[in-house]
């Protein structure tokens, strides 16, 4: 059975722009991290530069030799188009929607050949104009052609909902598997920050309804109803029910720091978080036992 004292913890790339990879990664292993939540963009490994192939496998040597593991996120702003922020995205028609199905099966591709645990993505919100019933059936046409990539490189995808996004809650996750016969390679991107910002459950219960489809979670903390990524401590999210229901669950991915407005000072934000986590997880592991877990 997992203990909390075997959680594993990661740090998010879009939370250092500021740094080469190559910087970020060696200061991620220096300060203790277990892996890292690796965004593909324009900064980061790049999937539209000449020799991703080439690029990815130096990259894989140099996480095995940092002893780092990593899951592929693919949140990047404008990677797509440069005016407007993650557009296009799988609700929008056709052309437009197979340009993010290209971007995400080339996420597939690296997330294969770096030998990660899962790739993380989202639905995006719901286009002007465009009735439910269509946003679902393009989105279930645009995820069936992410899948289809992902069981032939073997791949776990991890549908995040997202604040304001079509699919915004874990029931829509839960609705989408259902729509397409719940694949097994078809799981979850759990934001402990969301679960405050937007889901009706509280932490341990939307965790433990999540259960073992849970792939991929991201750490930050939030006030509810407000989508803003904070610092872990400044804000409402309970880190012991959290932690301690991962624990629970048997979670064994990575939980990793999603801070995207804190690259100026990602060096020490980084030294903050783990020490934080770390705190948490030594407090639910007491002798004496941890405090009850609340729903």
Request: hydrophobic share 40%.
């Amino acid at each position: 059975m997992t203990t909390a004292g075997t959680l594993r913890f990661g740090y998010g790339t879009n939370g250092m722009h500021s740094h080469r990879l190559v910087d970020a990664l060696a200061i991620l292993a220096d300060l203790g991290y277990d892996g890292v939540a690796l965004t593909l963009d324009h900064l980061h490994l790049d999937p539209y530069r000449p020799n991703l192939v080439g690029r990815t496998a130096q990259l894989r040597r140099r996480l095995d030799d940092l002893g780092l593991s990593v899951v592929i996120e693919t949140g990047a702003r404008y990677i797509l188009d440069p005016r407007r922020k993650h557009y296009p995205t799988l609700l929008h028609p056709g052309p437009e929607a197979s340009r993010r199905v290209d971007y995400l099966h080339r996420a597939v591709e690296v997330a294969s050949d770096l030998g990660a645990e899962a790739v993380s993505f989202w639905s995006g919100s719901l286009p002007d104009g465009v009735e439910e019933d269509r946003a679902w059936g393009r989105l279930c046409d645009g995820v069936w052609r992410v899948l289809d990539l992902a069981s032939r490189r073997d791949v776990v995808c991890a549908v995040e909902p997202e604040p304001g996004h079509f699919v915004d809650t874990l029931d829509a996750v839960l609705e989408l598997r259902r729509r397409l016969d719940g694949p097994d390679l078809l799981r979850i991107t759990l934001d402990l920050g969301h679960v405050v910002c937007n889901e009706p459950r509280g932490m341990a219960e939307t965790i433990r309804l999540a259960g073992p489809l849970l792939a991929n979670v991201q750490v930050d903390d939030m006030v509810e109803g407000v989508h803003e990524h904070l610092e872990l401590g400044t804000g409402e999210v309970d880190f012991a029910a959290a932690l301690g229901t991962l624990a629970e669950i048997g979670y064994t991915g990575l939980a990793a720091l999603e801070l995207p407005r804190q690259s100026h000072a990602a060096p020490v934000v980084a030294e903050r978080s783990l020490a934080f986590l770390q705190r948490t997880v030594a407090d639910l592991t007491r002798p004496e036992g941890p405090e009850e877990v609340r729903a």
